[in-house]
């Protein structure tokens, strides 16, 4: 009995390790990892809410570094109400989470990844829309956009951020379907204020778990580094493969771990 225990183990921390160093590849080439990640972490016996959490700190630094990246595209005219709005809706989403039952997670664990699953399933034929717009207002070159005021966007933007801060599978894609609605056309200025959203609703997530202490050291710094591995190699290759199929494979990994989690729900 002992060997098989060890054994179950050991295949356990395999697929922790494997997971975070795919889930850090499809970040990098099209988004979804945590559809992979997080069943991982509970996979280790990590309580629902607290793999959750953990998950959140270790596929984090990959947004930072996005967010460095794409730092140039920040429209500092929206910026100070994003922030505020992922502060808020982030640090309110984290404490929610935090004083769910560890029961009732459970049970809306599948409803939350098939949630994410069919946001990101229509973020294809959407992120088409928005570049088509993009490209049109290069072209018609209109007069300089106006950023709306800061109670409307809050208010559009605050249960984004909530959910971001909550679980997170995507919400920033919401975020730029938000702004493109409120009449952000350009399509770098969209990604990067999706990226700067999604970093600071789970930096504020990550504090208000580390202080709450609901965070898995160990196995979330084993996933960070094998994250942030996968995130290096996927940035490398993610011109040579066809965005369509990565996120043909998303999707249906999301379904069949949603699935999944359907079948075994308590």
């Not at 950023?147 to 409307?152: E, I, M, N, R, V």
């Not at 679980?167 to 730029?176: D, V």
């Not at 999706?194 to 202080?211: E, G």
């Not at 996927?234 to 040579?240: M, S």
Request: glycine letters at 12%.
């Amino acid at each position: 009995m002992g060997m098989i225990s060890e054994w179950s183990l050991h295949w356990r921390y395999g697929w922790l390790v494997l997971a975070s160093f795919l889930a850090g590849v499809m970040n990098a080439m099209a988004g979804g990892g945590s559809f992979l990640s997080f069943p991982a972490m509970l996979g280790m016996g990590v309580p629902p809410v607290q793999a959750n959490a953990t998950n959140t700190v270790a596929l984090w630094p990959g947004q930072l570094t996005s967010l460095a990246a794409l730092r140039g595209d920040v429209r500092m005219d929206l910026f100070w109400t994003v922030t505020i709005t992922s502060v808020v809706g982030g640090t309110t989403g984290a404490l929610v989470l935090l004083n769910t039952r560890q029961t009732t997670f459970l049970r809306l664990i599948p409803w939350l990844l098939l949630t994410g699953t069919a946001i990101f399933g229509v973020s294809g034929p959407v992120s088409r829309w928005l570049r088509a717009r993009s490209r049109r207002a290069e072209v018609e070159a209109p007069g300089p956009w106006q950023a709306p005021g800061f109670l409307a966007l809050f208010c559009a933007l605050f249960p984004v951020c909530f959910y971001i801060g909550y679980f997170g599978a995507g919400g920033g894609f919401l975020i730029m379907t938000i702004l493109a609605l409120f009449g952000l056309e350009h399509m770098h200025a969209l990604n990067a204020m999706k990226v700067a959203a999604a970093c600071l609703s789970n930096f504020c997530a990550i504090v208000t778990f580390v202080v709450r202490g609901a965070v898995e050291w160990h196995f979330c710094v084993v996933s960070m580094v094998f994250a942030a591995a996968g995130g290096y190699l996927g940035a490398r290759f993610a011109r040579r493969i066809d965005p369509a199929v990565l996120r043909v494979v998303v999707v249906v990994t999301g379904c069949v771990i949603a699935g999944y989690f359907f079948w075994r729900r308590p």
